[in-house]
């Protein structure tokens, strides 16, 4: 068994089009789908309509959960400025449909499972821990998470070999010690944002120091798991420039740069 792991698009087709030609190469059986789909202010319409398309097992995020709030209020309440409130003028409502089918989690067979975030919380980060200290200067407000984190978020997902989740847009890895022997827990980063800053819990901020489309490859094998954290080049310096035209500076260069904009 191979397959594609793909999270956290928000919206980057170019990106999105890069990692599928990517995967294409790879020969794997399946791909699948950890969320935060559509939210940003790049391609969202023309993503959803190719991966409708492809009709990949999807699980929602934090992002799609936030965006169909927003889909229930006024127009007139909808900041266009706002990463989910852009994708909210750029949806239709097969587009709205198709997000609201999908489930939070899902089983993909007897080895794997999906989450976004962690089992119960979209917003909590399995695989970093968010500190506080950011605002004084200490550091960027986030470290690895601890194995005990790792294994204290895990809960009742140990009825699974493995278990992907996104979010955080970092590409890790942890092979977490349980009860019963031990859950490989797989981030396979971000396909559409390198970069990003945060206030929660605490303000801090994701930066993986390249403007790379990240994806990852699972195969199972006789002596286990192979995992292929993979980076895949495409013009990002071209959807920096749509992220400054839809006036967003923050994204502009973390699409560039794959470095947060910080304050000088």
């Not at 980057?12 to 950890?34: C, E, K, P, S, W």
């Not at 790792?150 to 847009?169: K, W």
Request: charged fraction near 15%.
């Amino acid at each position: 068994m191979k397959f594609a792991i793909i999270s956290d698009i928000h919206g980057n087709l170019l990106a999105l089009q890069a990692v599928l030609a990517d995967i294409a190469r790879q020969g794997v059986d399946q791909t699948v789908n950890l969320g935060d789909i559509l939210s940003g202010p790049l391609q969202v319409a023309e993503t959803a309509d190719l991966l409708m398309g492809r009709n990949f097992p999807t699980i929602r995020g934090n992002h799609e959960r936030q965006l169909l709030a927003l889909m229930d209020q006024p127009a007139a309440q909808i900041d266009p400025l706002d990463s989910d409130g852009y994708a909210a003028t750029q949806v239709s409502q097969a587009h709205v449909a198709w997000l609201r089918a999908l489930p939070v989690s899902m089983a993909l067979n007897a080895d794997v499972l999906l989450w976004h975030g962690t089992p119960g919380n979209d917003l909590q980060y399995w695989l970093e821990t968010v500190v506080p200290g950011f605002d004084q200067g200490e550091g960027p407000g986030v470290r690895a998470a601890t194995v005990a984190e790792v294994a204290a978020r895990l809960g009742s997902a140990t009825t699974h070999p493995v278990v992907l989740c996104g979010h955080t847009h970092v590409p890790r890895m942890v092979h977490c010690p349980t009860q019963d022997g031990h859950v490989l827990i797989v981030n396979p980063g971000s396909v559409g944002l390198p970069a990003y800053d945060d206030n929660h819990p605490f303000a801090h901020v994701i930066e993986n120091g390249a403007p790379h489309a990240r994806y990852a490859v699972l195969e199972k094998t006789s002596q286990g798991w192979l995992v292929d954290l993979r980076a895949v080049p495409y013009d990002h310096l071209a959807q920096a420039r749509v992220a400054a035209r839809n006036q967003r500076p923050d994204w502009a260069h973390a699409l560039a740069t794959g470095f947060a904009l910080r304050a000088a």
